[in-house]
């Protein structure tokens, strides 16, 4: 019995399936988004899905940042946190609590994605060492 040959069923890569379902232009900004996140995550990110999107996730702090293509825009996920440093630059784009909203044809600069993404992976960094600090706290007052 033959198998299907399909671009679907060739990809075991959730991601690519869900790249490769996105109309263009949304499918190229969300390629060159994944490419400059991608320039900045340690290498011990993974990437997958999550919520039906394409994300970032760490071991130990869970996702990162992930990002999706909509009827009428894509957006770009990396928290609230992380976004706060960057009000005055992301004050032309329609934003929500964590979330990004842009246009296919003006995509974020790459510059300031590389900045989000080092923001968000900092306050990950920091929360990381605090929990540890926490159980480390715990331990010792239980003796």
Known sequence: MKKATTAAAASTNPVEE?????????????????????????????????????????????MLVAYAAFKD?????????????????????????GTIHFSPDKPLPVALVRKIVKERLRLVAAKVVKRKMNTRMTTKTKR
Not at 81 to 90: I, S, T
């Open 73 to 97: 825009h894509c957006s770009f996920f990396p928290t609230p946190g992380a976004m706060d440093p960057f009000e005055e630059a992301l004050k032309n784009y329609r934003s929500s609590k």
């Open 18 to 62: 869900y790249l490769a379902a996105v109309p263009e232009p949304a499918r190229r900004t969300l390629q060159k988004l994944r490419a400059d996140i991608r320039s900045v995550m340690p290498a011990e990110a993974s990437e997958g899905m999550s919520y039906g999107m394409p994300s970032f996730r760490d071991k130990k702090a869970g």
